[in-house]
């Protein structure tokens, strides 16, 4: 096994490209719109603000300090302050999760299309990545049947992202149980990216997978729930203490820990994350139920062939274009300025999809999907 440079991770480069271009419109953010450090502080009283003001802006804990671990773990039901490793955010968690538990030999199970840093890294590390499609026509649900094929006693782990992004979709206990007990007959470990699992659009959250089970892992921040993505705040969650311990060293090499201003922010924020939560949900539904009419509306153009999923969580749908979808969005992009994701970053399988985000201010997203449905019309009559 040999190093190889990491290949360019496609949906990154895209928002490089665009994503903050003069005048841009971003109706495909993965995180809902931002909170600022004013709502935040605006969660207590005036003495939070003035400790706030006064913080040291030295190192702090790798790990995260005991406080803001603790009030990590309170996401979940069965997890202490000592089962948290504190990363700067979710990328660095699946970075040095993927440099810790793999070894010469392994091979690793992941979902497709899923977020390319753990499955990018592990690649250019040499180790096999075995994918796992999921279908549309499945509900974007992984199949078990093929999991087990894919599974063999090489396998060190198995890469879930759900609730899903792209597509919103959702995995019940049963399944979450059965994927583990696969894991276990090989000796391999589950990782569920849970960064969408408060983001329910239709009922209560799914449970972590960690409170279904022992020895899985997880992955949170406070990104996509909140709109704290500037505050560079995330997690893995385990009970195998090692595990964390290895991550910690590893974690030497990289950011060796957060920065004081954003875990103090993420602890006001996991003080107050219902609150918080509250009108960026409401916002995403009501997006969801414009996107929604958009589709049937247009549906009637395309005979059928603009199709989704209904997302049942996340900030995130996954639309189907009757035409591949790249230089669409990129006409979009550099002539409409609203952006959103072509598919086929995700993997030439998907060409034909758009990631289209839900989080984001309700009157802009009318607006943009409404600019979006007139140009699909007149793409398509211009590429016919």
């Known amino acids: 096994m040999s190093p190889h440079p990491l290949s360019p991770f496609r949906l990154e480069r895209w928002f490089v490209e665009f994503e903050f271009a003069p005048g841009m419109r971003n109706l495909t953010a993965s995180g809902p719109y931002d909170a600022t450090t004013r709502e935040v502080l605006a969660l207590e009283d005036e003495g939070t603000t003035e400790h706030y003001l006064n913080l040291g802006l030295g190192y702090i804990e790798n790990p995260g300090s005991e406080s803001l671990r603790q009030a990590v773990s309170t996401l979940y039901t069965t997890l202490a302050a ?43 590390l040499g180790f096999e990545v075995r994918r796992l499609p999921l279908r549309i026509e499945d509900g974007w649900k992984p199949s078990l049947e093929q999991l087990a094929q894919l599974i063999d006693e090489h396998t060190r782990l198995i ?12 995995v019940q206990v049963e399944e979450m149980r059965a994927i583990v007990r696969m894991a276990d007959r090989v000796g391999a470990l589950v990782v569920n990216d849970e960064l969408f699992r408060l983001v329910s659009l239709d009922g209560e959250p799914t449970p972590s997978i960690i409170d279904v089970a022992v020895d899985a892992i997880c992955i949170g921040d406070m990104t996509k729930p909140w709109g704290l993505g500037g505050l560079r705040v995330g997690w893995i969650a385990s009970r195998n203490h090692q595990l964390l311990q290895r ?40 997006n969801r139920e414009q996107l929604a009419q958009l589709i049937a509306q247009a549906s009637a153009h395309f005979q059928g062939l603009l199709a989704w999923q209904r ?5 995130t749908a996954f639309v189907q274009l009757p035409f591949p979808a790249e230089a669409f969005c990129r006409h979009l992009a550099l002539e409409r300025c609203i952006l959103l994701l ?3 970053v995700f993997g030439s399988a998907y060409e034909n999809f758009i990631r289209v985000g839900l989080g984001g201010d309700t009157h802009q997203f009318q607006e943009g ?16």
């Open 342 to 344: 072509p598919g086929s």
């Open 311 to 315: 997302p049942e969580a996340s900030y």
């Open 247 to 286: 991550v910690s060293q590893a974690r030497d090499y990289s950011t060796m820990c957060s920065s004081a201003p954003g875990e103090f922010l993420a602890e006001v924020a996991l003080r107050h994350a219902s609150q918080l939560i509250a009108p960026r949900l409401a916002a995403a539904r009501t």
């Open 369 to 384: 999907m409404s600019i979006m449905l007139d140009e699909l019309l007149r793409w398509r009559g211009a590429n016919a």
């Open 159 to 170: 890469y879930l992202v759900h609730p899903h992004n792209p597509t919103g979709s959702t």
């Open 82 to 124: 000592g089962d948290i490793q504190i990363t700067s955010g979710a990328s660095e968690a699946l970075f040095l999760l993927t440099w810790s538990l793999l070894e010469p030999g392994a091979n690793i199970v992941v979902e497709e299309p899923c977020y390319e840093n753990l499955p990018g890294v592990a690649t250019a």
